[in-house]
């Protein structure tokens, strides 16, 4: 192992990897590549392949804007307005890389962000971006979303059932492995996940993390299939498919 990597290894601690600040982040970033470079069997990549497009809606009409990347290792999303996050975040899932030192990885497949905008009325008009990134490069589609007419009547509201907007779509890893399912909600919520329509149990194989994700330890064959995340308040729930194809290992 590079020198490099083992400083970096000993740099980033939990906490780091918990709450980075600014100069941590970079620090987390040099390690995600270090690691991608010894254990991913195929060479980073990143395309979105579904994009935003210009859209015109009446005031009070609600709409969703979705896009979708294919990656090697897989991206997280955040959204924009007028170049200001509005929701999501960039940062790379380190800590699987670091649970899977030693082995070579596929960490491939497909992500899928949604971003809804409730009731708009024309402060909601402007230039929307989803941007993805893997921790190599990032791509971004950009669309303009103009709110047309009156104000409508229509009222956001808060007390409402949490709603899925991240989640993988499908994920490719080698058996043996460690793996994360991605299943993120707009706002707090009560999380389960179930196999199969089995509701999975966290028996130290399964672990459902706070963020929604599921890690999955060493991945066998009889594990691929349908997974769904479930994500619940006191107003309701939401639910998303997910799918698993754990690889042959090398």
Known sequence: ?????????????????????????????????????????????????????????????????????????????????????????????????????????????????????????????????????NGHDTVQSMATVEIEGETSECRRNHRSAPKIVQYTDSRFEMQGNIVTLSCRADRKAMWAWTFEEERLPEDGRFEILRNGDLRIRDIEWSDMGTYQCIAANKHGESTQDVFLYPTKKV
Not at 9 to 21: C, E, Y
Not at 39 to 45: E, G, H, I, M
């Open 1 to 133: 192992m590079k020198v490099g990597l083992l400083i970096l290894l000993q740099f980033v601690s939990t906490s780091t990897l918990a709450h980075p600040t600014s100069f941590d982040v970079k620090q987390v970033v040099a390690l995600g590549k270090e690691l991608d470079k010894i254990q991913l069997t195929a060479k980073p990549s990143i395309k979105l392949t579904s994009r935003l497009e210009d859209v015109a809606v009446k005031a009070g009409t609600s709409i969703t804007l979705r896009c979708e990347s294919l990656s090697t290792p897989s991206a997280n999303f955040q959204w924009e307005k007028d170049g200001e996050v509005i929701q999501g975040s960039l940062d790379i899932n380190v800590e699987e890389k670091m649970l899977n030192i030693g082995q070579s990885v596929v960490n491939s497949g497909i992500v899928t962000s949604t971003y809804t905008i409730e009731c708009p009325t024309e402060e909601d008009t402007g230039v929307y971006s989803c941007v993805a990134s």
